[in-house]
């Protein structure tokens, strides 16, 4: 079976790569945290923030398409905000139309307003994503333990990964299997209606397997807790690291003062 | 005689929503013993693994080396005893082989330089060297079973329970999971439809149907009784077939 896989490339061996998963992590969430402050509407501060953003990808040698893949894959959420902030938002209307009884007004201050929030949300996504492009997915649960993150939240989070792949497993198997009976066609109705039934049978069976493998996992002596076989350490080019990225962040809401007080 | 190493006796469990799988199950194994587990689907023989490791709790008493099963103690019975799952997929949970071998032993809370020869150890048992990094979840159906094989291995179990080991195997696959098999020196208990693979790995045969014991003894006597075996829903192996 074939997935977009989340950390496909986090095997790499590039600089970016080999800094420690912790100080990654802070410094990914410093990034973030910098650009959810920067105030409503202000594009200019966000741009040192995409041009480190930049030179991190280019470093870790994340493939591009890897990238814009999974951005499209999170993005329907921030195209209905980038869909309706324009319609919804009161102001100088720049285009106007029917859509049935209603008229539909776009307004100027509607398109900024979605501008910013979609680029914010881009910029989120992105680090994110390049976090997990550069970090296997159990070194940042790791790190995040180191962090002193409550072990239950990490335990959910090791867990939401795998139930994930079920999930999807689950789903392909079940649309192959339903493929292979009903060639892909017949009328919408049908289909939609069957849909319906999947879903439910989806959540069963994804439930059903995964209490098989947290058997699996309890057969092997698990009982909540992560043990860690390989210790990092962080060094002098860590906290650098870290310290970068908080200066990045901290630099990114100056900037903002400054620039609209 | 020897302590027994796995004893069962009046063995009862209904499914919450659903028949009632174990009608009092009486079975006691020796240590180093290899039993063959053959029944009718729906004959409770997975659901006997799953309350061997305390998953579904059974009335009646179960002890697994020493230790009588309860809530407080499932935890040292699931250390002795390795169970390999029906479908490899719900075995195997980590991003790569080689965390999934090491997981049981780092849960064991052994050192690092000893997990590292267990996990190099089974993946020498299973054929997996070099399989280190790969995803578990894109291996080929074969590869998956050895390596769920080789994430219990690693743990050394005194005990090792499979279930229906030989499924969806290609005939290599097959014969090399029977040397394995043959060559291992835990108890062994192998849950299968493949009467051939049982016949060569184990010397003693029980017949499970409807949650109980219906026939226990020598495997070559048992899976050479073709009246026994077909009314039990099963057929002669085709290594005694062609005897005949
Ligand atoms: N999760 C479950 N919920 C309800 N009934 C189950 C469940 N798993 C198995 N059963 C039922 O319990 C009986 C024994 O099943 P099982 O132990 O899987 O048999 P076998 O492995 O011998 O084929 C069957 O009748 C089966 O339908
Ligand atoms: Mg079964």
């Known amino acids: ?104 007004n776009v307004t100027e201050e509607g398109l900024v307003r979605a501008g910013h ?76 209606q069957s849909g319906v039934g999947v879903l439910g049978v989806l959540f069963l069976r994804t439930y059903d397997r995964a209490e098989r493998i947290y058997w699996a996992m309890a057969a092997r002596g698990f009982d909540g807790r992560l043990h860690a076989p390989i210790q990092s350490r962080m060094q002098g080019k860590d906290w650098l690291f870290v310290a970068g990225a908080v200066a990045l962040g901290c630099a990114a809401v100056g900037l903002d003062r400054a620039l609209y007080g | 005689m020897a302590e027994p190493v796995l004893e069962l006796v009046d063995v009862r469990y209904r499914y919450p929503t659903g028949p009632e799988a174990l009608r009092g199950l009486t079975l006691s194994v020796a240590p180093g013993e290899r039993v063959g ?31 009588t099963l309860t809530r407080g103690t499932a935890r040292d019975v699931r250390r002795h005893l390795g169970l390999v799952f029906q479908d490899a997929d719900d075995q195997l949970f980590m991003p790569r082989v080689i965390d999934d071998i090491a997981f049981g032993p780092v849960t064991m809370g052994l050192a690092l330089e000893e997990v590292q020869v267990r996990v190099h150890e089974a993946l020498h048992a ?14 080929s159906v074969g590869e998956k079973r050895r390596a769920a094989l080789a994430t219990v291995l690693a743990m050394r179990p005194q005990i090792l329970a499979l279930d229906e080991p030989s ?46 014991v219906a026939a226990d003894g020598p495997s070559a006597e048992i899976l050479g009784n073709r009246e026994l075996l077909e009314s039990h829903g099963l057929e002669l192996p085709l290594g005694l077939a062609a005897r005949m």
């Open chain 1, 1 to 104: 079976m074939h997935h977009i896989m989340l950390d496909q490339f986090a095997a790499g061996k590039t600089a970016v790569h080999r800094l420690d998963p912790a100080g990654k992590t802070v410094a990914t969430l410093a990034v973030i945290l910098g650009t959810v402050l920067v105030g409503r509407d202000h594009f200019l501060p966000l741009v040192p923030l995409a041009v480190a953003l930049a030179a991190y990808h280019a470093a870790g040698r994340t493939p591009l398409p890897y990238t814009l893949k999974r951005l499209l894959v999170v993005s329907p959420f921030a195209l209905a905000v980038v869909v309706l902030f324009p319609i919804l938002e009161p102001g100088r209307p720049v285009w106007t139309f029917g859509l049935g009884p209603w008229t539909v």
């Open chain 1, 117 to 192: 929030l979609a680029a914010k949300f881009l910029l989120s996504a992105w680090a994110t994503l390049l976090l997990l492009a550069t970090t296997r997915f159990q070194d940042v649960l790791q790190g995040l333990a180191r962090l002193r993150v409550p072990r239950a939240f990490v335990v959910q989070l090791a867990f939401l990964y795998r139930y994930l792949w079920i999930l999807m497993d689950e789903v392909m198997r079940m649309r192959q299997a339903r493929a292979a009976r009903d060639g892909g066609l017949g009328p919408w109705r049908v289909r939609f």
């Open chain 2, 37 to 67: 587990l053959v029944g009718p689907n729906g004959a409770g023989k997975s659901t006997l693994l799953l309350a061997l490791a305390g998953f579904v709790p059974a009335e009646g008493l179960i002890r697994v080396a020493g230790h």
């Open chain 2, 126 to 139: 299973v054929d997996l060297e070099g399989y280190e990094t790969r995803a578990p979840y894109h291996l």
């Open chain 2, 167 to 212: 499924a969806n195997l290609d005939p290599r696959g097959r014969r090399r999971l029977i040397q394995l098999l043959a060559g291992l020196s835990s108890t062994l208990l192998v849950v299968g439809h493949d009467l051939d693979l049982i016949l060569e790995v184990c010397q003693r045969t029980v017949v499970i149907d409807a949650g109980r």
